[in-house]
């Protein structure tokens, strides 16, 4: 599978990885180890000692340094060898590392070209940490499907009128033709669905909502997978900026062809210094993410197979524009990637 | 692998679907999702909603309607598009259908040209629908063996005398050269052995039985994978009308190449109010089944893992020859079914 | 794969085959079945029924055959087929057969050209048999890692340091400069680590140990697979012949290109009657192995996947001396045995 490889994906949240801690993770199908050197900042490496190939995620963290279990060298988080107890450190004995960035609770990797590793190309995400402890939990699993049907499930809210009719869906979201708005670098999906019912989850949260009320959705998605999702509801006509409002986030990165890591993030404008009200909603998010959300779309991967999404001829509804529109955004992308590789001879493997 | 592709095949037993019910199979390497009408008539539906590959299984039935559980999308059992809650229903909006049919007690399919599919052509299992309840049992399930290894564990009854010595065996199979008579829709397999012991489950079931008689089983076989089994014991020199008679069913579909859906039914001409009898006939052939013959034909497919039987190069005895008969039967049923498909440029895939 | 098939390999330990007993063993990616004969001479039968593919090993052995458990047959350790209740006993009814040889509490199996099976080659081990049963203990297991990184880790003792830093470390192999001597049929290995603390197993079993002991380690390597492992413990300046000596067996039979058969043993010289320290040894092995490893070598192999060791471009250093002999002895032995085959025309496959 061809990924997009000079961006920045999610690699894990910052909460992941303690002082002297190392987490493995398979991203784009390479076995990386994450850890913080002395200062607290990321590194990455690849996950495989060039000696003897063992993982050095079965290894553990002296200082700055990554100490392989099997015959103790050490690297640190710039690959180089740190450490021989063999013999003489030399330039050849490195291991490849990646660029990494923690920024918005997030560690952000680059597995492309890593002189073209430039964090302001991280989409901004700082609704995320500037979130009060109180009205932000976020989480994180590995589930069986490719990265894109994750993104297209985002990109189409009708579907939670069907998956989720008893907490999510029954907005008015079915029948409401979106707006889309694509830009350089990000697709803009909104919903408007005025005098229509709360959802189930929000009446249940909030029992004096009016029946009736106006509900705004929007997914603004930036490449590769990375989606901002704001969910607003106000009373039938009230102003926008006065509706109850979550704003969270949904990010995917590529395990393998058929797996990927879903990281997800809440945060919210109404009541954000009540801890129990947090605690909640995260168990909400978790229960139908996962008891919903995730299965359905494993099933999905496994009806498709290993097969090429377009191969298999979906029949596009309306509901898809968004979804096609960021599918062909995405390889676009990779197309001129591949292109240029092509043409400089160092094509990504 | 080569499936005959235009004969029915055994789906599930009637009972496996209830009204509202989603029965998901896979059947031929094809995912399938069976279910009922209002009018209880059999449906059959590829398992896969044309537009983001959702099983149709996860959804469910609305009156005639199978409901995609992801988007809302409806199909009729014809495989139309019956609901559309996006927009328009459309001719292009299908899913493919299979013919059904449901006869002695089973729901049967058609996967290959859907014009052909003609219930006469069902074999006739109609001693399963006329047997009382009390003299009827029936069960399925799925193993990992080759639909040709269960039809030959049938069409060789020599493996009772090793495979099952303490229930089924040592009533003077092993030795018995049988009769076989091949017509144009079926192989028919008959061994008599006079004057033999009643195996051990018969006398346990009839202690009174005497100690010497004759012994028929004859099995007959349909294409691709049905068969009905009798056995019958009498007295020495007894009549055989005066037997006492099982006659059971034994039907192979494939699940995959290497896996197959397994559907047995019993009837029998004695006792035929005698629930409890009919109780631990059923238990005795789950017990038989499931630590016998269940295990060894997956213990073989696992030595022959993917590799063609005839590749192998088998040893063939003389007991071997109905089971040889059957499958040299069959594979000219689907070469005759390729060369034509190939003639009409429609070879089924 | 290519495997040395021109060799003996440990097939078993004599232990594990009873009288009356089948032992079932994936082999050089071969089922095969192992029992003894009424003189409790082992035989090595193909595990697979030439009628129908049965598994042999789920029969049952009657004096010197083995019957096959789903029609009976019945075959002699030769191969010959000593049994046939169908029909008559033909010549072309034999399953293939493997030498085999019981000789150092093991039973060895020879799967290359029969007539080349000259118990003489097999590498002595005699230590093994006759060491008193109160200073023996041997084991064995199945491990996800291809045969030749289990000869790599014994022959490069240095991980000790870094893998088992609490019980078989730290008594100062890391900076010991290993002698290697490899002549026709060997290689051996030895490292001399004067002036050491003892290894904290050791100081555990013998706190009256001196804190400065000298500390050698010997491996004698046997294609394909067979190690003697000597580990030597004297007070500083002592000679070894006074030395606590431990001298174990580490023999690796492959399974399939990324699993072995690891089969151990343990012997010493010291407290030889001591049935308590003989158990306190085994348990510590069993220990050390199942913990350290046996995990670290199937995260090797994980990480290596399907890929050939030299492919991945290991970063050797001056410890793999011996390892990379190994592996280069090994290697010209198979090159040469396939250019042999390839002359005559019989390759085996």
Redesign the interface.
């Known amino acids: 599978m061809n990924y997009l490889r000079n961006t920045w994906y999610v690699a894990a949240w910052g909460h992941e990885i303690g002082p002297g801690q190392l987490l493995a993770r398979k991203l784009l199908d390479i076995?990386v180890v994450l850890f913080r050197d002395d200062a607290g900042r990321p590194a990455a490496l690849l996950?495989?000692c060039?000696?003897?190939?063992?993982?050095l995620s079965?290894g553990h963290v002296d200082q700055d340094i990554v100490?392989?279990?099997?015959?103790?060298l050490g690297f640190a988080g710039s690959g180089a060898c740190a450490r021989?107890?063999?013999?003489p450190v030399l330039r050849?004995?490195a291991v490849p590392s990646f660029a990494t960035h923690e920024a918005h609770r997030a560690i952000w990797i680059w597995m492309g070209e890593q002189d073209r590793a430039d964090p302001a190309l991280i989409p901004d995400l700082s609704y995320l940490a500037s979130a009060p402890d109180t009205a932000f939990s976020c989480g994180n699993i590995v589930a069986k499907g490719n990265c894109e049907v994750f993104v297209?499930n985002i990109m189409?809210l009708?579907?939670t009128?069907?998956?989720h009719p008893t907490t999510l869906g029954g907005a008015g979201i079915?029948?409401t033709r979106p707006t889309i708005v694509e830009a350089g670098d990000y697709v803009d999906v909104t919903w408007f669905a005025p005098n229509t019912r709360p959802s189930p989850l929000l009446a249940g949260l909030f029992p004096d909502l009016p029946a009736t009320t106006d509900f705004w959705q929007r997914v603004r998605w930036f490449a590769p997978g990375v989606m901002r999702l704001t969910a607003a509801t106000v009373a039938a006509g009230g102003a926008e900026d006065e509706a109850l409002a979550n704003v969270n986030a949904h990010i995917v990165t590529p395990e393998t062809p058929t797996s990927s890591h879903y990281f997800f993030a809440a945060t919210r404008n109404y009541g954000v210094d009540d801890a129990a009200l947090n605690e909640r909603i995260a168990t909400a998010r978790e229960h139908i993410f996962g008891t919903e959300d995730k299965?359905?779309i494993e099933?999905?991967q496994?009806?498709?197979g290993d097969a090429d999404f377009w191969a298999?001829k979906?029949?596009?509804?309306?509901?898809?524009s968004a979804a096609v529109r960021v599918r062909r955004h995405l390889a676009k992308l990779i197309e001129v990637e591949v292109a240029v590789g092509d043409l400089h001879g160092d094509v990504p493997s």
């Open positions: 076995h996950d495989r060039p000696h003897r190939f063992a993982p079965a100490v392989c279990g099997y015959h103790g021989n107890p063999h013999g050849n004995m297209d189409d009708s579907h009128d069907y998956l079915t029948g299965p359905m099933l999905v496994a009806r498709m298999l979906p029949l596009l509804l309306s509901i898809d």
